[in-house]
């Protein structure tokens, strides 16, 4: 999954704040949640751990 451009333009124009993200079926994990801080999360990690599809997942959200 992989947003373009003009999804990004589309939910940022949304605006709002995500507090907990729940990713169920998909991936490595039968069950994933994460939640996030008020204010700024940091996900850091060798490459191939997922960072980039937890990102790509909290986008799907907010585009759905």
């Known amino acids: 999954m992989s947003i373009n451009q003009e999804q990004i333009k589309k939910l940022l ?3 709002g ?3 907990v993200l729940t990713i169920e079926g998909v ?3 039968k069950t994933f949640r994460l939640e996030l801080a008020n204010r700024i999360n940091l996900f850091t990690g060798d490459n191939g751990l997922g960072k980039s599809f937890i990102l790509d997942c ?3 959200t907010r585009l759905a």
């Open 58 to 60: 909290a986008c799907a």
């Open 17 to 19: 704040t995500l507090s």
């Open 13 to 15: 124009k949304k605006g």
């Open 27 to 29: 991936g490595a994990a």
